[in-house]
């Protein structure tokens, strides 16, 4: 059964860092490209970032450049997001989410149950 | 990267129809035809619903159908039932191996 369990979320002031994790199992990790998705309170879904499977290529919404930064270990099924001089309109569930097939970075059939960054002074 | 955009509501009697819009722009919805929509229950995670524009995830009902025209495409629910009642999120391919959600749609089952 595929999971994806993302963890590390928590309250930072603004200006603050703050790493999350997403531990993988069910599927063999480093055959997909692996996306970060979050959600403001009330607001809709917004893609953050994603890592190719070897983590030589990275992207991002022009919102987090600079600022975010997604990486992989795939030994330890994980994916991660760095996420320093955090603002107040970061606030949201930040969700990890894997793609239907090896070669394409979306449609994401599986999702974690997310994680919640709250940023505020 | 604007967010696509979609109409803030809609709503159903059960048994009708109902279609969702999505617009984007010739860079995104128009340029490429992975268009994907996601039902989110409140307080769950998205569910995939359709991909490619019209495939249906195994699973997925066939009441749930997806089209592109231009820069527009639309989710149409068919026979609506009272689970259906949720938001729903169109998604793009927008190149360069980047993603653009839409705003989000409330859809009420009356």
């Known amino acids: 059964e595929v999971q994806l369990v993302e963890s590390g979320g928590g309250l930072v002031q603004p200006g603050g860092s703050l790493r999350l994790s997403c531990a993988a199992s069910g599927f063999t990790f480093s055959n997909y490209w692996m996306s970060w998705v979050r959600q403001a309170p009330g607001k809709g879904l917004e893609w953050v970032a994603n890592?190719?499977?070897?983590?030589?290529?990275?992207y991002y919404v022009d919102s987090v450049k600079g600022r975010f930064t997604i990486s992989r270990d795939n030994a330890k099924n994980s994916l991660y997001l760095l996420m320093n001089s955090l603002r107040v309109e970061d606030t949201a569930v930040y969700y990890c989410?894997?793609?239907?097939?090896?070669?394409?970075?979306?449609?994401?059939?599986?999702w974690g149950q997310g994680t919640l960054v709250t940023v505020s002074s | 990267q604007s967010a696509l955009t979609q109409p803030r509501s809609v709503s159903g009697s059960p048994g009708q129809s109902v279609a969702i819009s999505c617009t984007g722009t010739s860079s995104d919805v128009g340029r490429y035809d992975y268009v994907s929509w996601y039902q989110q229950h409140p307080g769950k995670a998205p569910k995939l619903m359709i991909y490619d524009v019209s495939k249906r995830p195994s699973g997925v009902p066939d009441r749930f159908s997806g089209s592109k025209s231009g820069n527009t495409a639309s989710l149409t629910i068919s026979g609506l039932q009272a689970e259906d009642e949720a938001d729903y999120y169109c998604?793009?391919?927008?190149?360069?191996?980047?993603?653009?959600f839409g705003g989000g749609t409330k859809l009420t089952v009356l």
């Open positions: 998604c793009s391919y927008a190149g360069s191996r980047t993603l653009i």
């Open positions: 890592v190719k499977q070897d983590g030589s290529e990275r």
């Open positions: 989410a894997r793609p239907r097939e090896t070669f394409g970075v979306d449609p994401f059939d599986y």
